[in-house]
């Protein structure tokens, strides 16, 4: 990858974390774990990948994305307001009364948003649909659906998996973040859907890994995936959940948890000295 690119994508990803603490924040409530490890991936695929246009957010060509593990809107807001979709000073509102900015994503109010989604196992097989629909329209639209490791406890998604890998759906990435994490603790403590990759080969996906927070590797994997023919691809990406906010990292108990302002407070001055750095 471009070195000017990277450095961008890498200081968009460091304002989409300062977005996600700053509504999280505000909200008093909401899940700021997961949202911090799929800040790099959802920066990538809308700053560097998808076909999308801020000003016509239901064009009919634009790439889907399925955010799968729907409490993570934090992140999937923060990264629309950066693209443009909406003003970044809107993500103060996130949960509030009258916010078009709900605790989970929703496709009738939030311009850019593909599919209201949260109850987990469900975004993957909309997503499953949306290829499918592409497949028989012949549409060059791509779709993509971000999921949780702890998600994929749910049979629904393996129902989807091989739903995708029967019908050839090709125009399909998913990307499974895997932080090791949910909300009960260790995944592999909690019901193991150990080995990851192994499963998604055994139900036909072409199955590629990625260190989720470097974009060189972010965008060797999505390249691959695009040059499949015939199958489905996932993405199984290392993350760590919290990232960039240092005692927030591989600590479960920010899975669903708000900072107060002290936390707040140290959060942002880290983030905005990572800032400071790529930027100088």
Not at 83 to 89: A, D, I, L, T
Not at 153 to 177: I, P, S
Not at 193 to 205: E, Q, R
């Amino acid at each position: 990858m471009d070195e000017v690119m990277k450095k961008q994508l890498e200081a968009t990803a460091v304002k989409v974390r300062m977005g996600i603490i700053e509504g999280v924040y505000n909200a008093k409530s909401g899940h700021p774990g997961g949202s911090l490890s799929v800040a790099d991936v959802l920066t990538y695929l809308y700053f560097a990948r998808m076909h999308v246009d801020p000003k016509d957010p239901k064009k009919p060509d634009r790439d889907r994305l399925v955010l799968s593990k729907g409490h993570t809107a934090p992140a999937l807001y923060s990264v629309l307001a950066q693209r443009g979709f909406f003003e970044v000073e809107e993500l103060k509102t996130l949960r509030k009364i009258g916010s078009r900015l709900q605790g989970h994503p929703d496709m009738k109010y939030i311009p850019g948003v593909d599919m209201s989604s949260g109850s987990l196992g469900q975004g993957i097989s909309c997503a499953v649909g949306m290829a499918l629909s592409g497949k028989i329209s012949c549409d060059s639209y791509r779709v993509y659906a971000v999921l949780g490791d702890g998600e994929l406890e749910e049979g629904q998604v393996w129902e989807a998996a091989m739903f995708a890998a029967h019908n050839k759906l090709d125009n399909l990435t998913a990307v499974v973040d895997n932080n090791g994490l949910q909300i009960d603790g260790k995944i592999t403590d909690v019901c193991s859907p150990m080995p990851i990759t192994d499963k998604f080969a055994a139900f036909g996906w072409h199955v590629i890994t990625a260190d989720a927070h470097d974009f060189d590797s972010l965008e060797k994997a999505f390249d691959e995936a695009e040059s499949v023919v015939g199958q489905p691809s996932v993405i199984v990406q290392t993350s760590v959940k919290g990232k960039g906010v240092s005692f927030m990292e591989n600590q479960v108990g920010w899975h669903g948890t708000a900072p107060n302002a002290e936390q707040y407070a140290q959060a942002m001055s880290e983030l905005q000295a990572q800032l400071d750095s790529i930027e100088r």
